[in-house]
């Protein structure tokens, strides 16, 4: 299982030099303006690209019809995320609507 | 003066808690699905110390169980961990005038999750900022904080996960704590429109390139969000 470990020495480092890369390149620059203008897009553009397709894809297909449980749970919560901003209740209404209406399913 | 470096590391560890209700379940599964692929139990584990990246970890799981070279792997980790030099350029301007060791630090801490909380605690500015003087930004510490506090229960719940192994039934959905925990940190921060338009877009988008081969869909999808965000702001 060497090789497995040399996967993961290399795979980490990768990682590692991803995560310090522009942190490392803006120390010694000035970032333009455009630059910067662009980066308040990071969180909710890639945040959304990570939680939007759990929510139409269930099951690798898209799925926009009232079966889906995992959308109308996600709904939900996207309710409850923007009246409360609270991240607790947020994950605790919708996995409770995802069990109830997993269990109307049977 | 006292420093108000514990506070903001306090500040960090606490705003991190409720997500991670969302992560403990990630981090365990984690545990079962390495194993069940075969990997040992040591470098399951070291695997969440090393990569540290929760999606691509399962990926490399599920590509060690289906016999995939080791090349492969390593592209696909890096590929779906290509999303972090975003959250990297987007975090640097407040990191700027921290030392070499702090940069090295907090770049390995960099998670969806740690990056999420620091971000939105940096825009809402410094909250030391009356002392007015170069050394009054104490917010690095609350990245640490946060970033600890996510790193440790990373490590548990993978510990946890190997060791109950199948004992968290599939029926339990615990899965979708991880999207639920993105959407509780996007929702309240889709402030204005054009942010509105930059997280539909990239959502859209990613259900579009879904199907794209080592999650490539994840990264093009953060840039057509990007692109959609700038192009709808207000001129």
């Known amino acids: 299982m060497i090789w497995l470990w040399l996967t993961m020495l290399i795979a980490g480092l990768l990682t590692y030099l991803i995560r310090l890369s522009f942190i490392q390149l803006f120390a010694r620059m000035e970032i333009p303006l455009r630059v910067k203008r662009l980066l308040r897009y990071v969180p909710p553009a890639v945040l959304s690209a990570l939680f939007i397709p759990e929510l139409l894809l269930p099951a690798d297909h898209l799925d926009l019809s009232l079966g889906n449980s995992r959308l109308l749970a996600g709904l939900l919560a996207s309710l409850v995320a923007w009246r409360t901003k609270n991240v607790f209740l947020t994950i605790l209404v919708g996995m409770a609507a995802l069990l109830i209406l997993k269990g109307f399913k049977g | ?235």
């Not at chain 2, 510490?141 to 199948?166: K, M, N």
């Open chain 2, 1 to 235: 003066m006292k420093s108000p470096c514990g506070g903001e590391l306090l500040a960090g560890v606490r705003d991190e808690l409720p997500i991670l209700l969302g992560v403990v379940p990630f981090g365990m599964i984690y545990g079962v699905l390495a194993l069940s692929a075969g990997i040992p139990p040591a470098a399951a584990q070291a695997m969440s110390a090393i990569v540290f990246a929760g999606s691509s970890q399962f990926i490399a799981a599920q590509l060690v169980a289906s016999g995939s070279p080791a090349v492969l792997i390593v592209l696909t980790i890096g590929v779906v961990n290509l999303r972090h030099a975003l959250y990297s350029a987007s975090i640097a301007p407040y990191l700027k005038k921290l030392s070499p060791a702090w940069k090295w630090l907090l770049s390995y801490l960099l998670t969806d999750e740690a990056y999420a909380v620091s971000i939105t605690h940096y825009q809402k500015g410094n909250p030391n900022a009356e002392l007015n003087t170069a050394s009054s930004d104490w917010r690095h510490w609350y990245f640490l904080g946060a970033g600890l506090a996510l790193w440790s229960t990373w490590q548990i719940s993978t510990a946890l996960g190997i060791f109950l192994g199948q004992q968290v039934p599939a029926s339990w959905s615990l899965d979708f704590t991880l999207p639920l925990t993105f959407l509780a940190l996007v929702v309240p921060a889709l402030s204005d429109r054009s942010s509105v338009a930059a997280a539909l877009a990239a959502g859209l988008a990613a259900v579009l390139f879904f199907s794209l081969p080592f999650k490539l869909g994840l990264i093009l999808a953060g840039l057509v969000g990007i692109s959609v965000g700038l192009w709808s702001e207000p001129r």
